[in-house]
Every structure is written in structure tokens, then in C-alpha cells.
């Protein structure tokens, strides 16, 4: 993906930048960890579906 394309992606994310693959390997731990969270849906995407930023 070109840079522009990228940056104009980020600027869209209400946390401004990308998701690092830390972040979802976590939530595969505790969705691994934790029964209680079974059946349940997650989205990684940085709160891009909240939205606008303001």
C-alpha cells in the first residue's frame, strides 16, 4: 500500500494509528483464557466503526 493511502487510512482512526499485532494476539489470549467470552464477536479496528472523530 502506497504511504498516502495508508496516512489516509490512519487519519480516519479515531486512535490514529494502526492496530499492532500485540494488540490482537492479546485478545486471543484472553479470549482464550476466559470462558466466559465464548460466542462472542470482536472487532479490531480502532474504533473505526464508532464513527466520526468530532
Avoid at 46 to 54: A, D, E, N, P, Q
Wanted: glycine share 12%; net charge negative.
Amino acid at each position: 500500500m502506497n504511504q498516502a493511502a495508508l496516512e489516509k487510512i490512519v487519519a480516519d482512526v479515531p486512535i490514529n494509528r494502526l492496530i499492532e499485532p500485540e494488540e490482537v494476539a492479546s485478545l486471543i489470549g484472553e479470549l482464550y483464557r476466559n470462558e466466559a467470552l465464548a460466542g462472542d464477536v470482536f472487532y479490531i479496528h480502532g474504533g473505526l466503526r464508532l464513527g466520526s472523530k468530532g
